[in-house]
């Protein structure tokens, strides 16, 4: 749980906790220490109470007419002394809490919240061995209240202040580091994407700001394999381009001359055999394989390297390998949209485009069973776009990339493109996207 808290958070409940905590923990020392401290402020008063009334019963013992020095002495106290006298029909002696209900500056939870000390110190009156009253010590504790009061709120606007100036610098650290730790979140994020050009801002705390650098660093070196993967790609490629030209020139220059003079010399021995007989069977026999192997040739040398892209340019090339396809597949559906400027493109570019749509529908033809495909070609910008899709049954669990479409992958990552295969709405997608270059025709 705590784990899944924001850094703000993780940072900001702790010193709220540890405010609150020191809060809660002054209420309850200003409880436990307000009592001793009330009790010993008053205990002066006590004694004098107690002082007064022993001198108070000696001189009404010692007097002529006893309740006239007392008349006299309880109106020499007056109403605001701490001293009273209370006779002794009235009754027992009120506790001190009552005479704080008078209080308006001091909330009464505060009052209520602090152990009033027992100030009740009553001490007898005697006359002629009779008690008439009390000489009690009733503390006006208001002042005292109010003190304790107003250190509480001082003490609770201290803590106030504290918690607000220590969570804005808090925020505005977390701030300041976490702006870094973003970034340099996103920053992965771009290189695991592959975007090795954008740098990572360097900036916070050195920590930061050296994963920063190594960041940037990491990405600067992944750019540089990148870019030695491509050439390396191209060069493989390229060797794979140039190893099928020189065999198809070996096939075109040596198995058709050699193809045709078999076909040559089996058509002279059928028109010089007589016309029946077991060799006119076989000579026919031979020339249906010979015009067997020369399709056969045909489509290797096809495959190997399709001379149409040179000559009649991409869109007739792939034109012609669709026609071969209706030809093949008669019970697939296959139709086709392409760019009106399809025929700029050339080169290796050409090629790899070409080889895309001819391994796809191999792949269509051979595996998918599907009854419709469509291929489309279209440019936008500076990007090439290719999808082949069939409502066949898609492609084996755990073989997303056969043979064929890995090299086709490596070619298209060669020139900086990317592949993918998509399977939605009961249909299977191969998506290319290749980038074109200003010079499109450029070999």
């Not at 870094?180 to 740098?199: C, S």
């Not at 076909?263 to 060799?279: F, K, Q, V, W, Y």
């Not at 086709?408 to 993918?420: Q, T």
Request: net charge negative.
């Amino acid at each position: 749980m705590w784990q899944r808290l924001s850094f703000r958070t993780q940072l900001f409940l702790p010193l709220g906790l540890s405010f609150l905590a020191a809060l809660a923990m002054s209420g309850v020392l200003l409880q436990t220490f307000a009592t001793g401290q009330l009790a010993d402020e008053n205990e002066p008063g006590r004694r004098s109470a107690r002082t007064i009334a022993g001198a108070l019963n000696n001189t009404l013992s010692a007097s002529n007419d006893p309740q006239k020095a007392l008349d006299a002495f309880v109106h020499s106290l007056g109403t605001s002394s701490d001293i009273q006298f209370r006779p002794a029909e009235t009754g027992s002696t009120p506790p001190p809490k009552d005479s704080l209900r008078g209080l308006h500056s001091v909330p009464q939870w505060f009052v209520d919240l602090i152990a009033i000390p027992d100030m009740d110190a009553a001490s007898p009156v005697i006359i002629d061995g009779r008690r008439v009253g009390d000489l009690v010590f009733v503390p006006d504790l208001s002042a005292d209240l109010f003190e304790k009061w107003i250190g509480f709120l001082a003490l609770t606007s201290l803590i106030a202040v504290l918690m607000v100036l220590t969570g804005t610098i808090s925020y505005l650290f977390a701030g300041s580091a976490l702006r870094p730790l973003h970034n340099l979140g996103v920053g992965l994020t771009r290189i695991r994407r592959g975007d090795y050009a954008t740098p990572i801002p360097v900036a916070g705390p050195p920590e930061i700001r050296q994963s920063c650098e190594e960041a940037n660093a990491l990405a600067a070196t992944l750019a540089q394999l990148s870019r030695d993967n491509r050439e390396l790609l191209h060069r493989l490629v390229s060797l794979q381009d140039d190893e099928r030209r020189d065999l198809a020139r070996e096939l075109h220059d040596e198995l058709g001359p050699l193809l045709f003079s078999i076909r040559a010399g089996t058509t002279a021995l059928i028109e010089t055999a007589p016309p029946s007989g077991n060799l006119g069977n076989a000579t026919q026999e031979v020339m249906r394989s010979v015009e067997a192997l020369q399709q056969t040739n045909r489509r290797i040398l096809d495959r190997l390297r399709p001379l149409y892209i040179e000559e009649l340019g991409l869109e007739s090339s792939v034109q012609t390998l669709l026609q071969n396809f209706r030809r093949q597949a008669p019970q697939v559906a296959l139709t086709a949209t392409f760019a009106p400027d399809l025929d700029g493109i050339a080169g290796p570019l050409a090629q790899t485009v070409y080889r895309l749509i001819q391994e796809a529908l191999t792949n269509v033809l051979r595996h998918a069973g599907a009854s419709h495909a469509h291929v489309q070609a279209t440019i936008a910008g500076s990007a090439l776009t290719i999808e082949i899709a069939d409502d066949g049954g898609g492609f084996p669990a755990g073989n997303v990339f056969g043979r064929g479409l890995t090299g086709m992958h490596e070619r298209v990552r060669a020139l900086s493109g990317s592949l993918s295969l998509l399977r939605a709405d009961e249909r299977t997608y191969v998506r290319c996207r290749l980038p074109v270059p200003e010079s499109r025709s450029t070999p």
